[in-house]
């Protein structure tokens, strides 16, 4: 599995969901990007999420750094399940030269972490090793 930091979204609390705090810049746009790459979302080992049902994830993409513009590349939904989620889907064409990672909490959560990044592969995170 290929993992980079340029490659992570970084993480967000269940309670406040929203974009995740790190842009993911492709340098060049294009259909090729979604080759290797899948798009995976996960709650965090280290802080079981708690009183939320599930989130939906977006993979959105743009032309322009502030997401002016933006396109969802992938939207799914993920339910909480033995105090995980774990989202996966490969990257589709259309990719534009900026990426971001929305989590929207379905419930109210009141504790608890999801991550997404970009990975080569279905697999999940080296993360669910700790």
């Given at each position: 599995?290929?993992m980079d930091?340029?490659?992570?979204?970084?993480?967000?609390?269940?309670?406040s969901?929203?974009?995740?705090p790190?842009?993911v810049?492709v340098?060049?746009?294009?259909?090729?990007?979604?080759?290797?790459?899948?798009?995976?979302?996960q709650?965090?080992?280290?802080?079981v999420?708690?009183?939320?049902?599930?989130?939906?994830v977006k993979l959105q993409?743009a032309?322009?750094?502030?997401?002016?513009?933006?396109?969802?590349?992938?939207?799914?939904?993920v339910?909480l399940?033995?105090g995980k989620m774990?989202?996966c889907?490969?990257?589709?064409l259309?990719?534009?030269?900026?990426?971001?990672?929305v989590?929207?909490p379905?419930?109210?959560?009141?504790?608890?972490k999801?991550t997404a990044f970009l990975?080569?592969?279905?697999?999940?995170?080296?993360?669910?090793?700790?």
């Amino acid at each position: 599995m290929i993992m980079d930091s340029l490659l992570d979204f970084g993480t967000v609390a269940l309670s406040s969901g929203g974009n995740l705090p790190n842009v993911v810049n492709v340098k060049t746009p294009g259909d090729a990007i979604g080759d290797e790459l899948y798009f995976h979302m996960q709650t965090c080992g280290s802080e079981v999420p708690a009183g939320g049902t599930g989130a939906t994830v977006k993979l959105q993409t743009a032309d322009a750094e502030n997401f002016s513009g933006a396109v969802d590349l992938i939207t799914g939904t993920v339910k909480l399940e033995a105090g995980k989620m774990r989202f996966c889907a490969r990257m589709p064409l259309g990719c534009r030269k900026y990426l971001r990672a929305v989590i929207t909490p379905q419930g109210s959560f009141s504790a608890g972490k999801a991550t997404a990044f970009l990975a080569h592969g279905p697999q999940h995170s080296y993360k669910d090793l700790k």
